[in-house]
């Protein structure tokens, strides 16, 4: 009952927020709930305010976390903080807002009136919005039709609604048409501007990239960086699946010691403390301890994930990927992908951690190449490094 009440006050200040006007000249950029400084928002949102000044003042980026706040006036960047007024009075009065995942990177209730822009934060290798959702289910009832009416009188309750999204090619595109329920001429093929820092003439603030003076640091001359950035799974830890045997694990470890060569682990933040546990003590083996993964993309020399979308980013740079899903059969069960895993990606698929190894000791014998580069002009229209420009003159000019 309180959460019917509640859904019905929200759904009156939505509304309500229509009647603000609009500055059509001012943008509001979140991601990651509001709480971190991160994904596509954020490169967007730094290349536009190291432009022109007329556009630097058009843009703020919105969080609810007062460190946060903190770092960005110090660093000299336009911000509103969510439970401020300054920070209300702001996004009421923004006509387009810029996110990178859902309504939850903004303040979702205040969104009447508004155009929402999502860059969204991957190629979508797996199902994503009305695709993976339960509203999709072909037995109609009275629930059903429910969910999808409020759905319509409340856009702010559904996570995948926006206006337009960015998408990376056209050959993705039927993917975003499906998941985001919005017409085709209203997805727009410029690419991901957090691909643009992949170029190497891109150049990273210290003040602004903390990652980079950590990657300075622990990586010594021509030592071989490899960065596992495993899928987190909400129904089954993670060292069930890749940390269930302590004495090979002793092995792996030991390996990357013996061959002066660093494993750099970006686990989802929930995984931090297990990781953390597994590695302690380890030599040539480091958690990336940031949000952001794109500066550690640049220091990799070898990546090796699971699932995670980020080795499409990564195929932009030609360089070499190990696929460790040591629980695919179980994982392809719950999980629906838009794409053939097993043939479109394109690395050896190891099974255990054995088999990583090996891999890693013949990486001179790279014989995917050409496969990489089949999948990433499927994937990418534009390797040019310029999605922020794209999307600059589509929406700043």
Not at 73 to 93: A, D, E, H, M, V
Not at 199 to 225: A, G, M, R, V, W
């Amino acid at each position: 009952m309180v959460k019917h009440i509640l859904n019905i006050i929200y759904l009156f200040i939505y509304w309500i927020t229509w009647i603000f006007p609009k500055d059509k000249n001012l943008f509001v950029f979140g991601s990651a709930k509001g709480i971190h400084f991160s994904d596509n928002s954020k490169y967007l949102f730094l290349y536009l305010i190291n432009k022109k000044d007329n556009i630097r003042k058009q843009c703020y980026w919105i969080t609810k976390n007062k460190e946060l706040v903190i770092w960005l006036k110090k660093n000299k960047l336009p911000c509103l903080y969510y439970y401020s007024f300054f920070g209300l009075y702001k996004f009421l009065r923004a006509k387009t807002i810029i996110i990178s995942y859902n309504l939850n990177n903004v303040i979702k209730i205040l969104i009447g009136g508004k155009k929402v822009i999502n860059l969204w934060h991957g190629v979508p290798l797996k199902k994503i919005g009305y695709d993976a959702d339960d509203i999709k289910k072909k037995s109609i009832n009275i629930r059903y039709w429910l969910k999808w009416l409020w759905a319509h009188v409340a856009p702010f309750q559904y996570y995948a609604f926006c206006h337009e999204i960015i998408c990376t090619s056209k050959n993705m595109l039927p993917y975003y048409h499906s998941a985001f329920r919005i017409s085709k001429p209203k997805i727009i093929i410029s690419g991901q501007p957090r691909n643009d820092i992949l170029s190497s003439k891109y150049i990273f603030k210290s003040e602004l990239f903390p990652e980079i003076q950590f990657l300075k640091q622990i990586k010594t001359k021509n030592q071989i960086i490899v960065s596992w950035l495993p899928t987190y799974r909400k129904e089954t830890p993670i060292e069930t699946i890749y940390f269930n045997s302590k004495t090979f694990l002793n092995v792996l470890f030991d390996f990357f010691a013996e061959n002066d060569m660093k494993l750099i682990i970006k686990p989802h933040h929930a995984e931090r403390g297990l990781i953390k546990k597994a590695i302690y003590g380890k030599r040539n083996v480091i958690m990336y301890k940031f949000v952001d993964p794109y500066p550690l993309l640049r220091y990799t020399d070898v990546l090796i994930t699971d699932y995670s979308s980020i080795f499409f980013d990564y195929l932009l740079l030609n360089r070499q990927i190990i696929f460790n899903p040591f629980d695919y059969d179980e994982y392809s069960k719950t999980v629906g992908f838009n794409i053939d895993y097993m043939q479109n990606t394109p690395g050896p698929k190891c099974m255990n951690w054995e088999e990583v190894t090996n891999e890693l000791k013949n990486r001179q014998n790279d014989s995917f190449n050409e496969f990489r580069q089949k999948i990433k002009k499927y994937v990418f229209k534009y390797d040019d490094f310029n999605s922020c420009k794209r999307i600059q003159k589509l929406y700043f000019s």
